[in-house]
């Protein structure tokens, strides 16, 4: 089972910033294509933004202008920079590496923002 571990969740006024951070297996996040889901209490889990191994980015419309995902092949990390935080950015967030049918998850890490 690959490990994805996330860091950087926090609570943060409406308006801030946060930056989210995943580290991956080498093996994994070599190939894998990488991406951001949340969950906020009582919803499903859904996709934030998603970044291939060629670094092609794609993104959720409530999202679209105010996070940036990234990667770092050489220290195989995935980045989620949140601007402009929102209430309704609240949720548990989680890393997710996927190839074809194989598809791993991290712990998942707390969003709050305040208003």
């Known amino acids: 089972q690959a490990q994805l571990v996330e860091s950087g969740g926090g609570l943060v006024q409406d308006g801030g910033s946060l930056r989210l951070s995943c580290a991956a297996p080498?093996?994994?996040?070599?190939?894998?294509?990488m991406g951001w889901y949340r969950q906020a209490p009582g919803k499903q889990r859904e996709l934030v933004a998603t970044i291939t191994a060629g670094s092609r980015s794609n993104y959720a419309d409530s999202v679209k202008g105010r996070f940036t995902i990234s990667r770092d092949n050489a220290k195989n990390m995935v980045y989620l920079q949140m601007n402009s935080l929102k209430p309704e950015d609240t949720a548990v967030y989680y890393c997710n590496a996927e190839r074809g049918s194989m598809v791993y998850w991290g712990q998942g890490t707390q969003v709050t923002v305040s208003s």
């Open positions: 080498r093996s994994i996040f070599k190939i894998y294509d």
